[in-house]
């Protein structure tokens, strides 16, 4: 099947900084990607839809100005987190369609200080 | 919240038993598809069923899909300790946006 990957697996940062977070379709191309955040024990919740080359879309409830989505190519799209703070901690995980099925990243895990 | 609901919460069985998971959903959809979770790791695409479907099949899995209740049954036969894991459904709608159920979390006993 298309392999999605993520960029970094992990990461670690103080509150306040800023932290980007890549995800690439490895062997296709998508002009839609979605990113999703999922809490410890809890399922995965849809953030926004990420389209190449205008705005995202963004779930009601989640802040457009806090977490920054670009998709610059048909490969690659890019969420920051802006000025993170401890309750952002979480794993975040995107997904790109090929066909009927989504294809999954294997996840960052993002650790706010 | 658009997020379906997925039952059990939590399924405890023997190894070789079958396991059962069930999934409802709220839009109307244009497939659904079953995903498996190991802890703290991504998510595995299991099988996929189509709107105009009603039961699917891949090896150890079946699958039914009753879109008039807007539910679906993830079937593991035989189950193994290797099984043990989250299982989730993810309903796609319009625009290819997908809507997770709360999730299954099985545990296989060896």
């Known amino acids: 099947g298309a392999v999605v990957s993520q960029h970094p697996s992990w990461v670690i940062c103080k509150s306040g900084t800023s932290v980007k977070i890549e995800c690439r379709s490895l062997d296709f191309q998508a002009t839609t990607m979605f990113w999703y955040r999922q809490f410890p024990k809890q399922s995965l919740m849809l953030m926004a839809t990420s389209n190449e080359g205008s705005k995202a879309t963004y779930e009601q409830g989640v802040e457009k100005d806090k977490f920054l989505i670009n998709h610059a190519s048909l490969t690659l799209s890019t969420l920051t987190v802006t000025s993170a703070h401890p309750e952002d901690s979480s794993f975040y995980i995107c997904?790109?369609?090929?066909?009927?099925?989504?294809?999954f990243g294997p996840g960052t895990r993002l650790t706010v200080l | 919240s658009q997020q379906g609901e997925e039952d059990p919460q939590a399924l405890s069985i023997q190894e070789g038993e079958n396991a059962t998971m069930n999934c409802s959903y709220k839009?109307?959809?244009?497939?659904l598809q079953w995903y498996r979770q190991n802890s703290g790791r991504g998510l595995v695409h299991l099988i996929l069923i189509r709107s105009n479907e009603r039961e699917k099949h891949s090896g150890r899995l079946r699958v039914t899909l009753d879109t008039s209740k807007k539910s679906s049954s993830l079937l593991i036969t035989a189950s193994r300790a290797a099984d043990t894991a989250s299982y989730f459904c993810a309903a796609t709608g319009g625009y290819q946006k997908v809507t997770f159920g709360t999730g299954t979390k099985l545990q296989v006993i060896p």
């Open positions: 839009t109307s959809i244009n497939n």
């Open positions: 997904s790109a369609p090929q066909g009927d099925t989504q294809y």
